[in-house]
Every structure is written in C-alpha cells, then in structure tokens.
Nanobody
Framework: QVQLVESGGGWVQPGGSLRLSCAASGFSLGYFAIGWFRQAPGKGREGVSCIRTGDGSTYYTDSVKGRVTLSRQNVKNTVYLQMSSLKPEDTAVYYC????????????????????WGQGTQVTVSA
C-alpha cells in the first residue's frame, strides 16, 4: 500500500527556517517524481517544488526559488524540503505526492499528474 507521510511543519517567525520530510512506504523511491505542493486557506493547491528521485534533478517554482532546497535519501525512502527566509505568504498546508518522473520539470509540474498524496503538514509563518 503506497503511503506518504509529511512531517516537520509548525510555527516559525518571518525569516525563519523549517525542514519538511516526506517519508514514503509501500514502494521504493527508485525513479519517480516527488512533488511538494501547498494550499493556503481559500486558495487552490499550488506547486512548490519537485525532485526526480532517480537522478536528483529538481525544479523550483518562482515563488520559492532561492529559498527552498529539495533533497532525498533513497536509503531512507525520504525526501526533504528545506525552507528558509520564510514569509507570511508561505503559510499553508504542505503536501507531498508521487508521480512518474516526467512530471517534474519546468514544462510539466502540476497536482493533477500526481497520484498518491500525504495528509499534509501545517506551516504557519507569523510574528
């Protein structure tokens, strides 16, 4: 049974940092795309970043570029989202999801292409 579990969310002041984890079970990371998405209250689900677990290539959306780093530990079947210089507008529920590797690129990265989702972890950025 495919399962993704996010952790690491919480409250942080503006300018602070958080590291989110996405632990996968029921399958080996192997060669997939793991995407991070977020959803703020009253808004749609927005792509944040993704990584191709086979070669480690990453894509970052403009909203987080320069402030976010994705990495993976295939041995632990876990993907990490390191976020820094956090802003109040980063406040949202953050989700990880899995897809085929071609859905992690500048031309193809959207929630509709991702099949299995975690339950989400809340990130709140406020003074």
């Amino acid at each position: 049974q495919v399962q993704l579990v996010e952790s690491g969310g919480g409250w942080v002041q503006p300018g602070g940092s958080l590291r989110l984890s996405c632990a996968a079970s029921g399958f080996s990371l192997g060669y997939f795309a793991i995407g991070w998405f977020r959803q703020a209250p009253g808004k749609g689900r927005e792509g944040v970043s993704c990584i191709r677990t086979g070669d480690g290539s990453t894509y970052y959306t403009d909203s987080v570029k320069g402030r976010v780093t994705l990495s993976r530990q295939n041995v632990k079947n876990t993907v990490y989202l390191q976020m820094s210089s956090l802003k109040p507008e980063d406040t949202a529920v953050y989700y990880c999801a899995v897809a085929q590797p071609q859905y992690c690129s500048s031309s193809s990265f959207g929630p509709d292409d991702y099949n299995y989702w975690g339950q989400g972890t809340q990130v709140t950025v406020s003074a």
